[in-house]
């Protein structure tokens, strides 16, 4: 589609048009513009949908133009007020149902606002009546509002702050599959099965006295885990046996408020003037904290303007010729603002099942773009008997500078890496060395639940099931590191920057678009209308540099790979390395 007000283009050039809505909790699915359009400050919506003429925008789709207002020759204006409050509100089924029980979401709406319009009346010095006229909208728009939020999280019995330090549960050999038995093994019991000897990691689980009312009142990087979740509240997520889930209410807010205004002037009977700008102003949730308590951790913020000048001429009784000259600046971000653990990012899933807890914190990527779009235009009309002939253009030149910070470290606590599974169980060992998993022949509650050999299938997936929440769980209270990733961003000339410092491009281009076209009315009833477009997207390209390109094409690349295909020449090494080297416009590449 292709969206443009006052001649404007407002359509999201970084996610390919107008088709999403950065408003409420995050992009949603939609119709959206750059810079919002109030509704009341609009004064002419065209639509087309199908059978666009040659003086269409480069969207294929709709084709949407809108026309704000102007003032006239009278005063007028409005106010207006919506209010909704949380006495109108009921609570979720999942909310009643927790232990405890979740309060209900709160919602405050209130959007207010107002226009005005009229001549520009400046008393002793100038009437613009019938010459010069004004118009002003205001619209606000503030929603305290809360949205349920779901997350993983240890049990009570996997705390440190348990009486007698963490435990690590396992589904034992006395259950049957409806019928499930857990038994706990302490850390000198988690000692003897880690080949380490070290056990739970008390550091990381915390103690007695280093969590509850000895927690840190602030969060750090360091800070234990048991000090970080809160506790479980219902069995909605989580295995049962060592996690459970925690629901609450995160905060859900959206403040917007729109300023538009607008200036008309008759400079003579032929010639009209206008002046147009709009400010957006708009802080909301992107994603919902991680947990209770914390600040608004990754919201977005819109902070987009636009500004148009016009100008019309009637040229004679059938020529008209429409000037625009204007720029829509959209600056859109999506920071995290709440990130105590740094450049270092902990999970604690290898990605074959569920996560044994739900991430510390929020993923600390963020982003951020400015993307202006100067415009300049010019269409020229000219009807005589049954034809109406117009020919025109416009001409954009873009600059835009994009932020994408994912430049940090990501940690993998408990099983992953190389080691997915545990060994053991049910009599058998791990090689030279015992079993990983408890097991105790002569009592069936100190032995993890191993299937019998005439297993039925609801035996066999709680036998997956035991040796999955187990495996998890002593990877997770030993602290084992899975894996460790680091992302690093460079200059031009391969110097590292630290990390979180993102990666910013900008990217120069420009687009052309002429066109001509004629309506002919070859009947009161008939009317056909014929044109050629031409258009013209210069290929964008990154201003400082940071560009690469490949020292040989795809062909050749195939070429390579046929070769050493016919002479059985197989495996990683024996692929073409592709390697990349500085390119682009900057680089004379």
Same mark, same amino acid.
């Given at each position: 589609?292709?969206?443009?007000?006052?001649?404007?283009?407002?359509?999201?050039?970084?996610?390919?048009?107008?088709?999403?809505?950065?408003?409420?909790?995050?992009?949603?699915?939609?119709?959206?513009?750059?810079?919002?359009?109030?509704?009341?400050?609009?004064?002419?919506?065209?639509?087309?949908?199908?059978?666009?003429?040659?003086?269409?925008?480069?969207?294929?789709?709709?084709?949407?133009?809108?026309?704000?207002?102007?003032?006239?020759?009278?005063?007028?204006?409005?106010?207006?007020?919506?209010?909704?409050?949380?006495?109108?509100?009921?609570?979720?089924?999942?909310?009643?149902?927790?232990?405890?029980?979740?309060?209900?979401?709160?919602?405050?709406?209130?959007?207010?606002?107002?226009?005005?319009?009229?001549?520009?009346?400046?008393?002793?010095?100038?009437?613009?009546?019938?010459?010069?006229?004004?118009?002003?909208?205001?619209?606000?728009?503030?929603?305290?509002?809360?949205?349920?939020?779901?997350?993983?999280?240890?049990?009570?019995?996997?705390?440190?702050?348990?009486?007698?330090?963490?435990?690590?549960?396992?589904?034992?050999?006395?259950?049957?599959?409806?019928?499930?038995?857990?038994?706990?093994?302490?850390?000198?019991?988690?000692?003897?099965?880690?080949?380490?000897?070290?056990?739970?990691?008390?550091?990381?689980?915390?103690?007695?006295?280093?969590?509850?009312?000895?927690?840190?009142?602030?969060?750090?990087?360091?800070?234990?885990?048991?000090?970080?979740?809160?506790?479980?509240?219902?069995?909605?997520?989580?295995?049962?046996?060592?996690?459970?889930?925690?629901?609450?209410?995160? /905060?859900?807010?959206?403040?917007?408020?729109?300023?538009?205004?607008?200036?008309?002037?008759?400079?003579?009977?032929?010639?009209?003037?206008?002046?147009?700008?709009?400010?957006?102003?708009?802080?909301?949730?992107?994603?919902?904290?991680?947990?209770?308590?914390?600040?608004?951790?990754?919201?977005?913020?819109?902070?987009?303007?636009?500004?148009?000048?016009?100008?019309?001429?009637?040229?004679?009784?059938?020529?008209?010729?429409?000037?625009?000259?204007?720029?829509?600046?959209?600056?859109?971000?999506?920071?995290?603002?709440?990130?105590?653990?740094?450049?270092?990012?902990?999970?604690?899933?290898?990605?074959?099942?569920?996560?044994?807890?739900?991430?510390?914190?929020?993923?600390?990527?963020?982003?951020?773009?400015?993307?202006?779009?100067?415009?300049?235009?010019?269409?020229?009309?000219?009807?005589?008997?049954?034809?109406?002939?117009?020919?025109?253009?416009?001409?954009?030149?873009?600059?835009?500078?994009?932020?994408?910070?994912?430049?940090?470290?990501?940690?993998?606590?408990?099983?992953?890496?190389?080691?997915?599974?545990?060994?053991?169980?049910?009599?058998?060992?791990?090689?030279?060395?015992?079993?990983?998993? /408890?097991?105790?022949?002569?009592?069936?509650?100190?032995?993890?639940?191993?299937?019998?050999?005439?297993?039925?299938?609801?035996?066999?997936?709680? !036998?997956?099931?035991? !040796?999955?929440?187990?495996?998890?769980?002593?990877?997770?209270?030993?602290?084992?590191?899975?894996?460790?990733?680091?992302?690093?961003?460079?200059?031009?000339?391969?110097?590292?920057?630290?990390?979180?410092?993102?990666?910013?491009?900008?990217?120069?281009?420009?687009?052309?678009?002429?066109?001509?076209?004629?309506?002919?009315?070859?009947?009161?009833?008939?009317?056909?209308?014929?044109?050629?477009?031409?258009?013209?997207?210069?290929? /964008?390209?990154?201003?400082?540099?940071?560009?690469?390109?490949?020292?040989?094409?795809?062909?050749?690349?195939?070429?390579?790979?046929?070769?050493?295909?016919?002479?059985?020449?197989?495996?990683? !090494?024996?692929?073409?390395?592709?390697?990349?080297?500085?390119?682009?416009?900057?680089?004379?590449?």
């Amino acid at each position: 589609n292709n969206v443009t007000v006052d001649g404007l283009d407002v359509n999201d050039f970084a996610t390919g048009g107008a088709m999403q809505s950065n408003t409420g909790n995050g992009i949603q699915t939609g119709f959206g513009i750059v810079g919002h359009a109030p509704v009341d400050a609009v004064e002419e919506f065209h639509v087309t949908v199908s059978g666009n003429e040659a003086s269409s925008g480069p969207g294929g789709g709709g084709q949407f133009q809108l026309e704000t207002k102007s003032g006239t020759n009278h005063f007028h204006g409005n106010i207006n007020e919506y209010h909704r409050d949380p006495d109108l509100v009921a609570n979720s089924w999942f909310n009643k149902n927790s232990t405890p029980i979740v309060p209900r979401n709160h919602l405050i709406q209130n959007q207010f606002g107002g226009n005005i319009g009229g001549p520009i009346i400046l008393p002793k010095l100038f009437n613009g009546r019938d010459r010069a006229f004004f118009f002003f909208d205001y619209n606000n728009s503030k929603i305290i509002r809360q949205i349920d939020t779901q997350r993983t999280v240890p049990l009570d019995t996997m705390r440190g702050d348990y009486a007698g330090g963490a435990q690590l549960g396992y589904i034992d050999e006395t259950s049957t599959p409806g019928s499930v038995s857990v038994s706990y093994l302490n850390n000198a019991q988690v000692a003897a099965l880690d080949p380490s000897g070290y056990g739970i990691d008390t550091n990381w689980t915390g103690t007695s006295g280093t969590t509850g009312s000895n927690c840190p009142t602030t969060a750090t990087a360091s800070m234990n885990y048991s000090c970080r979740f809160p506790h479980s509240n219902n069995t909605v997520t989580g295995d049962g046996v060592n996690s459970g889930g925690f629901l609450f209410n995160a /905060p859900d807010t959206d403040y917007m408020t729109n300023y538009v205004g607008r200036v008309d002037v008759n400079l003579n009977d032929k010639m009209k003037l206008f002046a147009r700008f709009t400010i957006v102003r708009e802080t909301s949730v992107e994603n919902p904290n991680e947990f209770a308590g914390d600040p608004i951790s990754n919201p977005f913020l819109d902070r987009t303007y636009s500004f148009v000048v016009g100008h019309t001429w009637v040229i004679g009784n059938n020529k008209t010729n429409r000037l625009i000259l204007g720029d829509t600046v959209q600056k859109y971000a999506f920071p995290n603002t709440y990130n105590p653990a740094g450049s270092t990012f902990f999970e604690f899933s290898d990605g074959t099942g569920p996560a044994m807890a739900s991430n510390l914190y929020l993923n600390p990527n963020s982003q951020s773009r400015r993307v202006p779009i100067p415009v300049i235009g010019d269409d020229f009309s000219w009807s005589k008997g049954s034809h109406t002939w117009q020919w025109g253009g416009t001409f954009k030149d873009i600059l835009a500078h994009d932020t994408n910070i994912a430049d940090y470290n990501t940690l993998e606590v408990g099983m992953g890496g190389y080691v997915l599974a545990l060994c053991g169980g049910g009599g058998t060992g791990c090689g030279a060395h015992p079993s990983l998993r /408890p097991y105790d022949a002569g009592n069936a509650s100190n032995s993890l639940y191993y299937a019998p050999a005439s297993a039925t299938a609801a035996e066999t997936t709680l !036998q997956n099931e035991a !040796q999955y929440d187990y495996d998890e769980a002593f990877g997770f209270l030993t602290g084992r590191l899975a894996n460790d990733s680091s992302d690093f961003n460079y200059t031009a000339h391969g110097a590292p920057l630290p990390q979180l410092t993102g990666d910013q491009r900008f990217y120069k281009y420009y687009q052309l678009q002429l066109y001509a076209e004629d309506s002919w009315k070859i009947t009161p009833s008939i009317t056909a209308t014929y044109g050629l477009t031409y258009q013209k997207f210069s290929v /964008p390209y990154e201003t400082r540099g940071l560009e690469t390109t490949e020292p040989f094409t795809a062909d050749q690349y195939m070429s390579a790979r046929e070769a050493q295909s016919a002479l059985g020449e197989t495996g990683p !090494q024996a692929v073409p390395l592709i390697s990349y080297l500085l390119g682009g416009k900057v680089n004379n590449g």
